[in-house]
């Protein structure tokens, strides 16, 4: 098992190299980047300067061509008039005066270290940035995750068992309205009901914490802790389980059909002894298969709508308004931090496999 993990953390390698590689070349064809975006708001675009250059096409990039007097036109349009000096100094500033492929390496050389830049326009090192929005990302990815698995598989397992019963028909009909409500949707509902839209005013409206958290005891401070993740996980939830407890649901009741159950029956073994002695481990293959992707997904791209709705400043908001922004270091800086958890997360997801049913050997089955 150790080569096995050898070879997968170095295949990690060129798979991350070809993922911001291929990242980094869609960005740099891109219109209306950093240098644009500044023009546009020295011309007086004003700060939503990205959208207004995009659309009036200003901040395509051009070739360099020579005007019919001999001097060199700027090669971003929506430049005219402005010093050359300027304009060559804004590149210095963003990095663009070198050319594409030393940018790149030296990105991949700052990444191969973990030294990340620092933002174009927040005045602060990507890594900070990271370790201040990561504490919401957590806890939302964290607590959604456990919740949806401790969840959905008891729930499945208990449908696959009672299957076509009124249990699994009531339930069914609980899974099908969490799967047809996209989460941020649900939000909205949980805001509405719950946080002072209409009705009740029980839950806070944003942030993680309340403003005098420093002055609460433990006890207090986690109470206070939960009361604010209480509404914006209870919509990630809904979100997340239903797909996970058909699936597992599926799983089980492909399994509980086959010969080797029947035999076990046969041989006297109890109702538990089978579903969980031998039927578990088989089923729950299909379902770890999932865990990365929906890990990955729960914990950055799942939140994204969340974090808006409930005010949270997290990961998912940091990376959605750096690319709107094009602040390039911290979209290449999360999206390498993405990545490479997405693949150890899969990784991670193999070794569980072994843990689940020992007849399984990647090493031999590479050999």
Same mark, same amino acid.
């Given at each position: 098992?150790?080569?096995?993990?050898?070879?997968?953390?170095?295949?990690?390698? /060129?798979?991350?190299?070809?993922?911001?590689?291929?990242?980094?070349?869609?960005?740099?064809?891109?219109?209306?980047? &950093?240098?644009?975006?500044?023009?546009?708001?020295?011309?007086?675009?004003?700060?939503?300067?990205?959208?207004?250059?995009?659309?009036?096409?200003?901040?395509?990039?051009?070739?360099?061509?020579?005007?019919?007097?001999?001097? !060199? +036109?700027?090669?971003?349009?929506?430049?005219?008039? $402005?010093?050359? #000096?300027?304009?060559?100094? $804004?590149?210095?500033?963003?990095?663009?005066?070198? /050319?594409?492929?030393?940018?790149?390496?030296?990105? !991949?050389?700052?990444?191969?270290?973990?030294?990340?830049?620092?933002?174009?326009?927040?005045?602060?090192?990507?890594? =900070?940035?990271?370790?201040?929005?990561?504490?919401?990302?957590?806890?939302?990815?964290l607590w959604t995750t456990l919740l949806v698995?401790?969840?959905? !598989?008891?729930?499945?397992?208990? *449908?696959?068992?009672?299957?076509?019963?009124?249990?699994?028909?009531?339930?069914?009909?609980?899974?099908?309205?969490?799967?047809?409500?996209?989460?941020?949707?649900?939000?909205?509902?949980? !805001?509405?009901?719950?946080?002072?839209?209409?009705?009740?005013?029980?839950? &806070?409206?944003?942030?993680?914490?309340? +403003?005098?958290?420093?002055?609460? +005891?433990?006890?207090?401070?986690?109470?206070?802790?939960?009361?604010?993740?209480?509404? /914006?996980?209870?919509?990630?939830?809904?979100?997340?389980?239903?797909? $996970?407890?058909?699936?597992?649901?599926? +799983?089980?009741?492909?399994?509980?059909? *086959?010969?080797?159950?029947?035999?076990?029956?046969?041989?006297?073994?109890?109702?538990? %002894?089978?579903?969980?002695?031998?039927?578990?481990?088989?089923?729950?293959?299909?379902?770890?298969?999932?865990?990365?992707?929906?890990?990955?997904?729960?914990?950055?791209?799942?939140? $994204?709508?969340? #974090?808006?709705i409930f005010s949270l400043d997290g990961l998912?908001?940091?990376?959605? #308004?750096?690319?709107?922004?094009? =602040?390039? /270091?911290?979209?290449?800086?999360?999206?390498?931090?993405?990545?490479?958890?997405?693949?150890?997360?899969?990784?991670?997801?193999?070794?569980?496999?072994?843990?689940?049913?020992?007849?399984?050997?990647?090493?031999? %089955?590479?050999?």
């Amino acid at each position: 098992m150790g080569a096995y993990i050898l070879r997968r953390l170095l295949l990690m390698v /060129p798979t991350l190299f070809g993922i911001m590689t291929i990242n980094f070349l869609i960005i740099q064809a891109a219109p209306g980047g &950093p240098v644009e975006r500044t023009i546009a708001v020295i011309q007086g675009f004003g700060t939503d300067a990205t959208e207004r250059v995009s659309g009036s096409g200003m901040g395509e990039t051009l070739d360099t061509e020579a005007t019919p007097g001999g001097e !060199i +036109s700027s090669k971003y349009r929506g430049a005219q008039g $402005l010093d050359p #000096e300027l304009i060559a100094e $804004l590149e210095r500033m963003y990095g663009f005066d070198k /050319p594409v492929h030393e940018r790149f390496l030296q990105m !991949i050389g700052q990444y191969v270290r973990f030294d990340f830049g620092e933002s174009f326009y927040r005045d602060q090192r990507v890594v =900070d940035l990271v370790k201040e929005k990561m504490p919401v990302s957590i806890s939302l990815g964290l607590w959604t995750t456990l919740l949806v698995y401790f969840i959905s !598989i008891p729930l499945g397992i208990a *449908k696959a068992v009672r299957d076509g019963s009124r249990f699994d028909v009531w339930t069914s009909g609980l899974v099908i309205v969490g799967y047809a409500i996209p989460s941020f949707l649900f939000a909205i509902l949980l !805001i509405v009901v719950f946080a002072g839209g209409h009705y009740l005013d029980w839950f &806070p409206l944003r942030g993680l914490t309340s +403003s005098n958290w420093d002055e609460l +005891s433990l006890l207090a401070k986690i109470a206070d802790y939960f009361w604010h993740l209480a509404l /914006p996980v209870a919509a990630m939830v809904i979100g997340g389980f239903a797909g $996970l407890t058909l699936l597992t649901k599926n +799983s089980f009741l492909d399994e509980i059909n *086959k010969l080797y159950v029947t035999t076990a029956r046969a041989k006297g073994l109890s109702e538990n %002894r089978v579903l969980y002695g031998h039927v578990f481990r088989n089923a729950m293959l299909i379902v770890i298969a999932g865990f990365p992707s929906a890990f990955v997904d729960i914990f950055f791209t799942g939140a $994204l709508l969340t #974090e808006i709705i409930f005010s949270l400043d997290g990961l998912g908001l940091l990376g959605y #308004e750096a690319a709107i922004g094009r =602040d390039y /270091p911290v979209m290449f800086a999360t999206l390498y931090f993405f990545t490479l958890l997405g693949l150890l997360m899969q990784l991670v997801g193999d070794l569980t496999y072994t843990l689940v049913d020992r007849r399984i050997d990647f090493e031999s %089955r590479e050999s």
